[in-house]
């Protein structure tokens, strides 16, 4: 937000400098981004873009002076015709010492040429012989010497000014033309020189969204007396009751809703003072009216509308308007200022009468009652909206606005009677209309005024600060609280334009930060932790997802960490076009960011394959991993199940080519089976299995669950063909696992045994044998194992084969063995009869026989 520093003095005295008001500023939280200087000198030691001698450097500087004696306020005595040129004039000018002839091309001129000497001289920035001005016709701000030179046979040396050349605008296709009360020959910078903070509003200071707001801020920080806003009104007009009405469907949606009403105005461009401050505000001036509404909005912080009344009453059939605040029906649209016809959702309210729509609420008035210049009635609206409502608006129209801007951002509904107050008055200055008596105000639901209650030493243990309950009154008292002490126990309420206080120990914390905003953040002591440090209780399923990033990491793989917001249309791109599986339904959000990412998602996996997408032309070898929520109905509470899971991906060649030579072929399921086992391994995990399945995202045939103790608790495979179409994926198989991480967690033991390293040498032995081919590897294994007891401290397949040599639906199955002994080396003896008893029950539990 941009403040100009002579508006902000309207309603505080200031007598710090420009830059430590900068300073002092940012470290309350309003933190000023620029400072921009309009016409007064730049501080000491700067220079355009980079601050100077001044205590926050941080600040960014820019702006270009006025020298004080060349560059005046001069006044136009007479336009006369250039001898040689249709568009150029030559004007009689007084700078406050003598008269001078100045040659322009304003056009803003012409109306005034040939008419002899002016009723009243016309007021302009006058740059004398010698002055540094910006070049107008040349790109940036390039400065420029006047000189003495002839345009057209006629001498010219010095010139009236357009905002361009003096640095206030890009505007120069006329000179100013200033009030009628600037003095002829006073210094210009004197009249007009300012400054501009340009201030970064967040969110938790959205009351400061205007110079009053920041004005506030200003006497609090500098215990300074505030001038709040003049809302008296001349009202010469008749009463406004009969005239219209109010009719609000929703208050949780309209809370307040005000008009005022100023008959007989007269449409013409504002004082140029005003126009001079919507423009340093970065606010474009239009007409007296319109930039009464803009003006008091940037000045109160309530954003208003103006309607005009005519059209009204004629869409009412000539009778009193009824204003009605209501969703938007199905299929309605609503032609804005902006010309753009707009298909309204059924969550946006709008502003109608009995006609239709007339605006949409707090965003963007309608075309079609707009001010023209022959408006001569207003009916100005003031309104609360409910914030959350505006934001969703604003993003589904995509139609940003300074009101939406305020709105989006909560604004309190005692404003809106402020606010109208102000403009009716502003609009009457500027308009010579007449203002009816009174408002009409419908207020429905007023918001609740919390009240926080906090004692002396909990300013002590928040903020590490000792102050007495005066000390902590007085400062919120500055800040407008009502205060009330009970010996150590002080009770406080917002003043009535604040929405951002909260009750309870949230109320608690808000106005801790008030405390120590005003206090003065740099003031607080660095101090040690004084309360007695709580127990220390270990966070089991966290250290143990850390611990399993930590091993995938050390495995080879990359973590991402991917949006937890999509869309069902996103979403179900990771299921095959065959699949029949109906998915639960998915959690909306009433506040999207976007279309596309409107719901929680369901499964991590499309977010997996979405960043595996965006990287894979970059990068042909992937190994991805993910630790994060899905979102799932829950039977037992209106809020999701947020379940944990663990999903993996691999892609490309088992390695990089290199210099040493390197593995390069394609990683095929094996590999990342290869990575569970791993992982499992690494957390002490006992009697995993893998069993064929079927999923609608993996490859049929290329597929299996994964079983801890009978209990499925995940799946892995290669990606399904028909999946891999939905995306811009590699050739190379896509493997992905997807697990979930509380079974894992209540899997891992909590005391695992640990071997000293063997003394005694192994024996080594291989076994290959025949079992039936749908027979799972893992059941020979777990045979095997039980057989072969603590001695066979090993068990490894390195070999599968099919064919005629072990028969037709037969495979052979080939076992490294090892054996060991901790306090002895064994026998060959000892060994057979371990390997007797393994062939044994090989034989009677699945019908092996050794391979010949």
């Known amino acids: ?150 345009i057209r046979g006629v001498e010219s040396y010095s010139m009236a000014c357009s905002e361009k050349e003096l640095g206030i605008s890009d505007e120069h296709e006329g000179i100013i033309i200033l009030d009628d009360d600037a003095p002829i020959g006073m210094p210009l910078v004197d009249y007009l020189g300012d400054a501009v903070f340009d201030i970064a509003i967040t969110p938790n200071i959205a009351r400061a969204a205007s110079i009053i707001g920041v004005a506030r801020e200003v006497a609090a920080l500098t215990d300074t007396a505030l001038r709040p806003p003049n809302l008296d009104v001349l009202t010469e007009g008749s009463d406004i009751r009969g005239k219209a009405n109010i009719e609000i469907t929703e208050p949780d949606l309209n809370p307040r809703f005000v008009l005022g009403l100023i008959e007989d105005i007269g449409i013409k461009p504002s004082p140029y003072r005003i126009q001079y401050r919507l423009k340093l505000a970065g606010m474009r001036p239009i007409d007296n009216i319109v930039d009464a509404t803009n003006y008091t909005m940037l000045e109160i912080g309530e954003p208003l509308h103006a309607f005009d009344y005519d059209v009204l009453v004629k869409r009412a059939g000539g009778k009193a308007p009824t204003i009605i605040t209501r969703r938007a029906k199905a299929g309605e649209r609503l032609t804005t200022l902006d010309e753009v016809e707009r298909q309204l959702d059924d969550f946006t309210v709008l502003v109608c009468d009995t006609a239709g729509p007339l605006s949409i609420a707090g965003v963007m008035g309608g075309l079609e009652s707009e001010v023209v210049d022959q408006t001569q009635n207003i009916l100005l609206e003031g309104a609360a909206w409910n914030f959350i409502n505006i934001r969703r608006t604003v993003t589904a129209q995509r139609l940003p606005s300074e009101a939406a801007y305020r709105f989006e951002r909560g604004v309190h509904p005692a404003l809106a009677s402020q606010g109208v107050l102000r403009c009716l008055e502003l609009m009457r200055q500027w308009s010579g209309g007449k203002v009816a008596k009174g408002l009409i105000d419908n207020y429905p639901l007023p918001p609740d005024d919390p009240i926080v209650t906090f004692s002396t030493s909990q300013v002590k243990q928040w903020l590490g600060i000792e102050l007495a309950p005066d000390d902590v009154a007085n400062i919120l008292k500055k800040l407008e609280f009502d205060v009330t002490i009970t010996g150590d126990e002080l009770s406080v309420s917002p003043p009535p334009y604040r929405l951002d206080i909260n009750n309870g120990i949230v109320g608690v914390a808000d106005v801790m930060e008030e405390i120590a905003r005003i206090y003065g953040y ?64 998915y959690f909306t959000l009433a506040n999207p960011i976007s279309s596309d990412r409107n719901v929680l998602r369901h499964s991590i996996l499309t977010s997996m394959l979405e960043t595996i997408e965006r990287n894979s ?111 811009d994926l590699p050739e190379p198989p896509l493997l992905m696992a997807e697990l979930d991480l509380l079974p894992i967690t209540n899997a891992i033991p909590s005391l695992f045994t640990v071997q000293p ?25 777990t045979v095997i194992k039980k057989a072969g007891g603590r001695t066979l401290t090993d068990v490894k397949l390195f070999d599968l084969y099919l064919g005629e040599q072990v028969g037709e639906g037969k495979k052979s199955l080939a076992y490294s063995l090892t054996y060991q002994a901790a306090d002895r080396t064994l026998t060959d003896k000892e060994v057979a009869k371990i390997r007797n008893k393994i062939v044994r029950n090989l034989g009677r539990e699945l019908g092996a026989k050794l391979r010949d």
């Open 757 to 781: 390293i063997p003394t005694q040498p192994p024996i080594l032995e291989d076994l290959a044998i025949v079992v039936d081919i749908n027979i799972p590897a893992k059941e020979v294994e």
């Open 522 to 585: 740099d003031k607080i002591p660095e101090t040690r932790i004084a309360d007695e440090i709580p127990p220390q209780r270990g966070n089991r399923p966290l250290e143990i997802e850390e611990k399993i990033r930590d091993i995938l990491v050390g495995l080879g793989l990359q973590e991402v960490i991917t949006h937890r917001l999509t869309s069902p249309e996103r979403e179900g791109r990771r299921l095959s076009p065959e699949s029949s599986i109906e998915e639960p339904p």
């Open 617 to 727: 032309n970059i990068r042909h070898r992937l190994g991805l991993f993910e630790i994060g929520p899905v979102f799932l109905p829950s039977n037992e509470s209106p809020l999701p199940n947020e379940v944990q899971k663990i999903v993996i991906s691999i892609t490309g060649p088992r390695a990089l080519p290199n210099w040493q030579g390197a593995d390069t072929t394609l990683m095929d399921f094996y590999d990342l089976k290869g990575i569970i086992d791993s992982l499992f391994e690494s957390l002490h995990i006992q009697d995993v299995q893998y069993k064929p399945t079927e999923h609608p995202t993996f490859h049929p045939g290329k597929c299996a669950s994964v079983m801890i103790d009978d209990r499925r608790i995940g799946t892995i495979g290669e990606l399904h063909p028909l999946v891999k179409q939905n995306f």
């Open 1 to 150: 937000m941009k403040v100009p520093l002579s508006w902000l003095k309207e309603f505080v005295d200031i007598t710090l400098s420009i830059e430590e008001l900068a300073y002092r500023l940012t470290v309350a939280g309003l933190e000023v981004e620029e400072i921009r200087y309009v016409g007064l000198p730049l501080p000491i030691g700067s220079t355009e873009g980079r601050s100077g001698n001044q205590p926050h450097p941080e600040t960014k500087v820019s702006g270009f002076a006025w020298e004080r004696e060349k560059i005046v306020v001069g006044g136009v005595l007479e336009v006369m015709p250039h001898p040689n040129a249709d568009r150029l004039v030559l004007c009689r000018l007084d700078d406050g010492k003598q008269e001078h002839v100045v040659l322009t091309g304003a056009p803003n001129l012409y109306p005034y040429k040939g008419k002899g000497l002016l009723e009243k001289p016309l007021k302009v920035a006058y740059a004398k012989e010698g002055a540094t001005i910006i070049d107008a016709y040349k790109p940036g701000n390039r400065t420029t010497k006047l000189k003495r030179k002839k």
